[in-house]
């Protein structure tokens, strides 16, 4: 695995001043839940995600897109992280963009994705934990399409997509990776019920209610009973595109946290200056670097499709998620009493890691996934 | 470019499978199995004999020194061609020295040419073994406080005093050895010599670990006289080499964070761990295995290419080697009893115990994981008073 490339490094260049600029906590997470926005993020700035061509960082050039991968959607979304920008990115032009990919569905969603247009979201999770072999929304054959009749949580913006990439279950039983199948539902399905729920960090996932929802044959992604493969791509993807963003979020409050050690002082003294707290911000830096080594890696795997990818997504997402962790809770800790205020961001940081780890399998999942895959 | 580095790999391909003996393609199963080279070497069979003669007189022990001073003289990309296809067949290293890893790579950036033309030859064909004399009984974090004195009589140095923790001094030819040449500063006092262990003067006398082994051993100097050239950078300057040259060992020390079995073997998948509880710790273990891997593998990269802090090997040895002793803890529980039997043979004479004993000493040799992030916290992260 080598090094960044020099496209590589100036596209991270560019999403980092980008982000920095227009991302900021103050211009957009801030605003955007102070104003109370039903979306948790800002359509004008997905528009200028657009402009720069970051929508179609995972779109192939025949569709008009930039024909990159995961690599440099990791780099985009660890600016994301690092300024705890709202943004459909990750659920949206990665994940959803790579459930579609290759099929009819790529040609209706894609030109909106590249404009800016478009929020696509993904539902798999039924109960409060992730289990996508525990799909149980049922899609029964009627006439030329299907029916569908259950309940889906946790989807990621998912009052705010046009269209929902949804797991179904076509045949087997539950816990069965068999007899999975993707359906391409859109928003205004009749009998597709949505409730918008806010979480902890302001940001947006639905809880849908399938009643009856009737789709044509065609709104199926890829094969009938044969949705598994592409559902595991797309969360692989997805799982080494959070961890990314995981690294973004303790860089940023690593960083924050350094900062306050440089400046605060007690007993005379910059706190920076006791050992207590030096070896405490030095081996988190350690973790860090680990963690974003560890990221960077998934994500060239996914690339060259190495056979070793999915191990690796749960390897980066269950070490990023714990190592932001330990930065949020290491940094609201060093800041004492002003980073228990909502005035100050470090709680953000907080609030945005336990969402986002929990997302596509927390750490306990991934740390199995990864057993499994090591035949133990 | 390609088609070069192509022609490279068959070429070489070709040459292992003639010249490295089957034998030498078996697992090292023990430290007995590794070839250290010196004067008084035995060698443990003819293969590792003909193993050592053949990678020698292509260069290849060091394939990325200059050929001038016996290495291969390999740029970057066919230096790891080569790592590439003894890999493949699993090829022993043929020579495995500290005059490789540490005392080698000080002298191409400090020595002088003749220096450099003298010892760097006799490393590559592992004539003789190098014991490394930095601690002191006084002086173990606090290296730089080191009291060995060395004083200038003129043709020669007198050396005087006492160093501590010399790996396999007992074994070894000649010393790299930091003495103090002023005290007039304390890091700014020091120089680093070269002398024959065989001097007058010099005697060790090993120390038994709590693995029951003895790496290490006591080396006590007694008026030991050593010519003026054998000084590696200028008087007083040593401190420098020393520097550089820890570099190099906590980089070499930061890979046993990959355990035995190579970044790729999980903990799991070799103990098969039965109970839940203790299989979620070691799942956990394996999840922080497989990331510092891959900080391994991105790390050794960003150092060839320049773009490493200088600093990080102190990093990637306070995460090394804490891994490397997480591991081991795991290990014997994983073993339950059987890991804790000493000297039976099912036990493999104790390994599992003895492996996990040593491991303590990971985080203590090559500066301690506090001075790790002592160096980490001031010269990365710019912590005040740091």
Known sequence: ?376 | MTTDLDAFRAETRTWLEANCPAEMCQPIRSEADVCWGGRNWTFQSDAQRSWLEAMAGRGWTVPDWPKDYGGGGLPAEEARVLKEEMQRIGARPPLTSFGISMLGPALLAFGTEEQKGHYLPQIARGEIRWCQGYSEPGAGSDLAGLQTKAEDKGDHWLVNGQKVWTSYADKADWIFCLVRTSTESKQGGISFLLFDMATPGVSTKPILLISGNSPFCETFLDDVKVPKDQIVGEVNKGWDVAKYLLGHEREMIAGMGLGAGGSSVTLGSVVKPADPLLRAEIAAFDVDALAFAAMSERFAAMWKAGEAHPASPSMMKYAGTELNKRRNELAVAAGGSEALEWDSERSGGGSAARNWLRSKGNSIEGGTSEIQLNIVAKHILRLPGA
């Open chain 1, 1 to 376: 695995m080598g090094l960044l490339t020099d496209d590589q490094k100036m596209l991270q260049e560019t999403a980092a001043s980008f982000l920095a600029e227009e991302g900021s906590v103050g211009k957009q997470l801030r605003h955007w839940r102070d104003i109370g926005c039903k979306d948790g993020f800002g359509h004008g700035l997905w528009k200028q995600f657009a402009e720069l061509g970051m929508t179609g960082i995972c779109i192939p050039e025949s569709h008009g897109g930039l024909g990159l991968g995961a690599t440099e959607a990791a780099l985009v979304l660890e600016e994301i992280g690092r300024n705890l920008t709202p943004s459909p990115f990750l659920a949206t032009a990665v994940v959803g963009a790579r459930a579609i990919a290759g099929t009819q569905h790529a040609d209706r969603w894609f030109p909106g994705i590249l404009t800016g247009e478009t929020i696509l979201a993904l539902a798999v999770d039924e109960g409060s934990r992730h289990g996508p072999a525990q799909t149980a929304l049922e899609a029964k054959r009627q006439g030329n399409g299907f029916v569908l009749n259950g309940c889906k949580q946790f989807v990621v913006q998912g009052a705010s997509a046009d269209m929902i990439v949804t797991a179904a279950r076509t045949a087997g039983s539950l816990g069965e990776p068999e007899g999975i199948t993707l359906f391409a539902v859109p928003r205004d399905a009749k009998g597709l019920e949505v409730e918008n729920v806010a979480l902890v960090d302001s940001s947006k996932a639905a809880r849908l209610t399938f009643e009856n929802v009737q789709l044509d044959a065609d709104a199926v992604i890829g094969e009938v009973d044969g949705g598994w493969a592409p559902l595991k791509r797309a969360l692989a993807a997805g799982n080494a595109g959070a961890a990314a963003e995981l690294v973004g979020v303790a860089s940023g409050a690593s960083a924050m946290t350094l900062d306050y050690l440089r400046q605060r002082k007690q007993f005379g003294k910059l706190i920076g200056e006791f050992q207590a707290l030096q070896h405490r911000a030095a081996h988190l830096y350690a973790e860090i670097e680990i963690a974003r080594a560890a990221a960077f890696k998934a994500a060239q795997l996914l690339d060259a499709g190495d056979e070793q990818a999915e191990l690796y997504a749960s390897v980066a997402k269950a070490k990023s998620a714990d190592v932001a962790n330990f930065a949020v809770r290491e940094g609201v800790q060093m800041h004492g009493g002003i980073g228990m205020t909502d005035e100050h961001d470090i709680g953000l940081y907080m609030k945005r890691e336990a969402v986002l780890g929990e997302l596509w399998g927390d750490v306990y999942y991934h740390r199995e996934q990864v057993a499994r895959l090591s035949g133990y």
